[in-house]
């Protein structure tokens, strides 16, 4: 069995530029319309914007005084 041989023409770097870039978005909503059908996606994105770090709004009726 011979290693194969992968040619950097500039089709393939924009190819596997586009996939390096679109693959993340394409499993986000994947995700999201997985978990849709399970009730889970105010999970998802709670876990999402913890991630990423945005401040989601505080819940008023959970918020200890």
């Known amino acids: 069995m011979t290693n194969r041989v ?3 023409t500039p089709i393939n770097i ?3 530029l586009l996939y390096t870039l679109f693959t993340p ?3 986000y909503i994947a995700a999201y ?5 399970t009730g889970l996606e105010a999970k998802m994105q ?3 914007a ?9 819940d008023v009726e959970n ?3």
């Not at 319309?33 to 059908?37: G, I, R, S």
């Open 25 to 27: 978005v394409f499993i």
């Open 50 to 58: 913890i991630g990423s770090g945005i401040n989601l709004p505080l």
């Open 33 to 37: 319309f997985l978990l849709q059908f």
């Open 6 to 8: 992968f040619k950097r």
């Open 46 to 48: 709670e876990m999402i």
């Open 14 to 16: 924009i190819k596997n």
């Open 63 to 65: 918020v200890s005084r």
